[in-house]
């Protein structure tokens, strides 16, 4: 089993910066890939960005390419997403998830999730 908690959400100015943290528990970061999801309300649930179980490659939504960037740090069991010249459209509730079995990549899937962290950006 794996335990996720988020963090680092609020409210922020358009073209200002957050870094979302996802905290793991039950199973360090290194032995999963990991992905960030978002939700805005009305909407479905969409995918933002992924990264393999090493690290070694990671993957973006379009909308967010060149903006945000994931990393992990297996050593703190923790994954980050650093969001950086954010736009009112990406104000969503965002969501940390592990693929036990998958790459880390849009289509794969993702078993645990944690609860989610409120991003609101005004313009």
């Known amino acids: 089993q794996v335990q996720l908690v988020e963090s680092g959400g609020g409210l922020v100015e358009a073209g200002d910066s957050l870094r979302l943290s996802c905290a793991a528990s039950?199973?360090?970061?290194?032995?999963?890939?990991m992905g960030w999801f978002r939700q805005a309300p009305g909407k479905e649930r969409e995918f933002v960005a992924g990264?393999?179980?090493?690290?070694?490659?990671?993957y973006y939504a379009d909308s967010v390419k060149g903006r945000f960037t994931i990393s992990k740090d297996n050593a703190k069991n923790t994954v980050y997403l650093q969001m950086n010249s954010l736009k009112p459209e990406d104000t969503a509730v965002y969501y940390c998830?592990?693929?036990?079995?998958?790459?880390?990549?849009?289509?794969?899937?993702?078993?645990?999730w944690g609860q989610g962290t409120q991003v609101t950006v005004s313009s």
């Open positions: 990264i393999s179980r090493t690290g070694g490659s990671t």
């Open positions: 998830a592990a693929s036990p079995y998958g790459l880390g990549s849009p289509n794969s899937k993702y078993d645990y």
């Open positions: 039950g199973r360090t970061t290194g032995t999963y890939p």
